[in-house]
């Protein structure tokens, strides 16, 4: 249903003051009806003698959410931002912005502009344009730097983050706030300045703290996060834009800022981090439950082991307020395990993240036990042990018989079934796996892995929970290694037959990185601990899952390099050796190689750089297409998701699938039909792949240009 600009924009006034109320569902955004309407009524206030006064607030109790997402990748039509906030500047009348609920983007730019801000309490304020890989176009960066000074306009333009009401006052970004109606509160201030008299201010010429601004502090914030921002565009143009403000007049500020957007614009990095932006937020969702499906409440939660991982765990429900029983077999390695959260926290403090006191309450709610008997208030315990079905199964028995009825049962598990692991249970269906990433305090990813035992509410309070914690939740299905590391798995043997053929772990690390991965397969093996992989590989071997003897056997130089006691990092060597941290290629490695080599009748070659990438992403693709096949994932943007935030994809390129869009899917199963061809079965096309390559459609069937 199409709305009027005047319906979009209703006028009202209120004794001497024109009310503009923006009411554009669902959301305020800034879309061309409510653009049209805006010009409209800011003429008609402009105009009415009986108006001293002008006051804008949104319907519904929300500002402007910022840009309207319905226009993205559309021709702009009907007047544009800029010309609005021309009017605002100009305006002969003194105009307030009543901010209610959020202002964001272009909501808070078309604020800025306004020579007043009155807001709510319980408003949020934010530029999150980087996010998407762009910046604020319409004098974000030029405004907010003028009014707040370029450290903080650095920190709240390239974080993205929201503040609240009572922040921006402080940093003068708001002019009042009101604990009551905010629309009342912004009436009576805009009152007031009529009765002052103008002329009024424009933020846009202000230069108090933009003047002499130490050109260092610019060239400090591009050297910390080159690193971080490799591949990105719109990050280093923020930073650029935020100098220009302090070095160019308003309008030059306001020019360069527009040119800098338009880079952004056009940056390859741009259509991948929108791509992701959406694809965080339908990861969220899952399709094919009961609508009856509430999740259940969490409040309490309870963590079984307190090593890495679990200690990871505990400090994410800690920093989300939520109290957290944790419990060890000893009392050693549960000093130990409290010890390593402490030491994780005083790092934060020092820093400068955290302060001693909210470390001390975090901690504060961590109750450390040995007894079982303790889990029984919680309302989710999540078990993170060693990689071992027997082991899990004796505490989910356990669990049975200590937890209450309708605790939600979880298991860190990696790749173990968790319908197996629910059998050990009488209550199967509250059982599902929470696959958190080392180190599970830092790393966003959780990937909630459904059995087919698990009940609906139980899979709707994981994901809920996994959200509640801050982090990024998505839905797995139960087979080995669920997305991420069923994917590795298949992308890690292909390296490693890379090896045998000609490759060493240096090259091909490094073509990794010069892809963008911020660490090589080699060098992650390396810290994660070679031996990990190892006893799980042998536990295959052992059950017949695996013949260690077959031609095809694709592990030898792991296994021998963990047979010589060389276990990565943490012995001093691996695929690498180590002095300290430093890592540096072993000619011991090479050797192994050689020797394979001769013992498969492998005549090594030379590999390029490239060739390389196209076979480890060629073979990601392919997996991640066959796990869409199967119904493991729901939806190839998951995998996307699964990929940037738990393995390091760059998120530059979006993640493996949209890689493979962007390559263009005939192009990758070239790849892959040719590696069948030579290589045999384990390249065997996913039918899903042959499919939208030759119906010329993307991952969801539509149709690619």
């Known amino acids: ?35 049209e309407g805006l010009v409209r009524r800011l003429e008609q206030a402009q105009a009415d003698p009986a108006v001293k006064a002008i006051v804008l607030v949104g319907a519904n109790d929300r500002f402007v959410a910022g840009a309207d997402i319905r226009e993205f990748g559309k021709p702009k039509v009907g007047p544009d931002l800029h010309g609005i906030q021309q009017m605002l500047e100009d305006s002969a009348k003194p105009v307030v912005c009543a901010i209610d609920g959020h202002a964001l983007g272009g909501g808070l730019e078309l604020a800025l502009a306004a020579p007043f801000r009155v807001a709510a309490s319980r408003a949020k304020v934010g530029l999150p344009e980087v996010n998407l890989g762009l910046l604020p176009g319409a004098g974000g960066t030029q405004r907010l730097t003028r009014v707040a000074g370029p450290n903080v306009a650095l920190d709240l333009i390239l974080s993205g983050k929201h503040i609240s009401a009572a922040k921006a006052l402080e940093l003068g970004l708001v002019d009042e706030v009101a604990d009551g109606p905010v ?93 992701l932006f959406f694809a965080e937020r339908q990861s969220a969702k899952v399709d094919g439950i009961s609508p009856d499906a509430k999740p259940k409440a969490i409040a309490r939660v309870g963590v079984i082991g307190a090593g890495t991982m679990g200690g990871g765990i505990a400090m994410s429900c800690v920093n989300a307020g939520l109290p957290v029983v944790l419990l060890e077999a000893k009392q050693e390695a549960l000093d130990a395990g409290l010890g390593k959260v402490k030491a994780n926290y005083d790092i934060s403090v020092k820093r400068g993240s955290r302060s001693q006191a909210q470390v001390d309450k975090a901690v504060g709610l961590i109750t450390p036990t040995l007894d079982y008997a303790d889990l029984a208030d919680c309302d989710i315990v999540i078990e993170a042990v060693f990689e071992d079905m027997g082991i899990k199964r004796e505490i989910f028995g356990k669990l049975d018989q200590v937890a209450k009825p309708g605790a939600i049962l979880a298991s860190n598990t990696s790749a173990l079934s968790v319908d197996e692991i629910a059998r050990a249970t009488n209550r199967p269906g509250d059982v599902i796996g929470t696959h958190f990433f080392s180190p599970a305090n830092v790393m966003k990813l959780c990937e909630v892995v459904r059995g087919d035992l698990a009940s609906d509410v139980t899979i709707a309070t994981a994901m809920n929970f996994a959200k509640q914690i801050g982090k990024v939740p998505v839905l797995a299905g139960n087979c080995e290694g669920f997305i991420g590391n069923r994917i590795l798995r298949i992308y890690g043997t292909e390296a490693d037959i890379l090896l045998e053929a000609g490759a060493t ?68 060597a691996g695929y690498y050796k180590y002095e300290g941290r430093d890592a540096s290629p072993d000619p011991e490695i090479e050797a192994m190689l050689a020797e394979i080599a001769v013992e498969k009748g492998i005549e090594r070659r030379a590999f390029t750089d490239d060739e390389i990438v196209d076979r480890i992403l060629a073979a990601m693709v392919n997996e991640g297409a066959k796990i869409l096949e199967e119904g493991i994932a729901q939806r190839a943007s998951d995998i996307d998701v699964t990929y940037v935030y738990g393995y390091g994809f760059p998120k530059y390129r979006g993640g493996p699938m949209f890689w493979a869009q962007q390559r263009g899917l005939d192009k990758v199963l070239e790849i892959v039909r040719a590696n069948h061809a030579a290589y045999g079965s384990r390249w065997k096309p996913a039918r899903l792949l042959e499919q939208r390559a030759t119906d010329k459609q993307d991952w969801d069937g539509k149709p690619v240009a």
């Open 505 to 572: 772990p240096p090259q091909v690390d490094n073509a990794l990185k010069s892809f963008g991965f911020p660490m090589g397969l080699y060098l992650m093996r390396d810290m994660s601990g070679l031996d990990v992989g190892y006893r799980m590989r042998q536990a295959r071997i052992a059950a017949g899952t695996e013949d260690r003897n077959s031609a095809n056997y694709p592990h030898r130089l792991w296994d021998r390099i963990v047979e010589a006691d060389r276990f990565g990092q943490k012995s001093g």
């Open 1 to 35: 249903m199409s709305i009027s600009p005047e319906d979009a924009v209703r006028y009202d006034v209120r004794d001497d003051v024109a009310l503009l109320t923006i009411d554009f569902p669902p959301v305020n955004a800034l879309g061309a009806p409510m653009r």
């Open 183 to 275: 629309t009342d509160a912004a009436i009576a201030f805009a009152r007031q300045k009529a009765q002052e008299g103008g002329p009024y201010p424009k933020l846009i010429e202000r230069t108090d703290k933009v003047a002499n601004v130490d050109p260092a502090i610019f060239d400090a914030v591009r050297q910390k996060n080159a690193k971080g921002w490799t591949g990105m565009v719109a990050p280093f143009k923020i930073v650029e834009c935020i100098q220009a403000a302090c070095t160019l007049s308003p309008r030059e500020g306001l020019a360069f800022e527009k040119d800098a957007f338009q880079t952004c614009l056009e940056a390859p990095s741009r259509a991948a981090q929108v791509h």
